[in-house]
């Protein structure tokens, strides 16, 4: 799964006769490109934001620690703030901290599916802005969990997977013209 911004970085800003051991960050995700003697490689930040209903946030943070024993980072400052203080900068710290992040896992049970500020969905639908892929844990409950880009898993322990599989696979970028 190559995100387009990366592949833009590249054809955009890529040097023309580049060198192995080569890198550069990509200018829209925080994924960091590099020329080796098989060509351009793509290393993905281990950031990752989660999303949920706020009173789920001890879901959010057993989550966290899963992602932590694999060595992958929660960008998610909201989990740290004591109570659901809502405010514009707490607003903007969530807005940063996806954008900062690789990924988005949304957690999103079904009997959360009309319940909630929607919060969770404002940060789902930034992250699909910036082209960031999404695990959404839990099931499908409006039109959007319905785009590519969007993996579906049942459960905390398979988000945790699937996350640092795509975390750690470094993918080859066809070099563009
Ligand atoms: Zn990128």
């Known amino acids: 799964m190559i995100t387009n911004c990366c592949s833009d970085t590249l054809r955009n800003y890529g040097p023309r006769d580049p060198i192995p051991g080569l890198e550069f960050g990509c200018r829209e995700c925080p994924s960091v490109l590099r020329y080796t003697e098989h060509g351009w490689k793509l290393r993905r930040s281990n950031r990752v934001y989660i999303a949920a209903p706020f009173p ?12 932590k024993s694999v060595g992958i980072v929660c960008s998610s400052r909201w989990l740290d703030l004591p109570t ?7 607003a903007l710290a969530d807005l940063s901290d996806v954008e900062s992040s690789s990924m988005l896992i949304a957690i999103n049970p079904k ?27 839990g099931e499908r409950t409006n039109v959007f969990h ?7 898993v049942p459960d905390l322990t398979s988000g945790v997977q699937v996350v640092k599989e795509f975390i750690e696979t470094v993918t080859t970028v066809v070099a563009v013209a």
């Open 84 to 90: 659901d203080e809502w405010s514009e900068s707490a």
């Open 146 to 152: 319905h785009l590519p880009n969007i993996q579906v």
């Open 56 to 67: 789920l946030k001890h879901m959010a943070i057993t989550l966290r620690f899963g992602l």
């Open 111 to 137: 009997d959360w599916a009309i319940k909630g500020t929607g919060g969770r969905h404002v940060e789902f639908g930034y992250a699909v802005a910036r082209d960031r892929p999404i695990v959404l844990i």
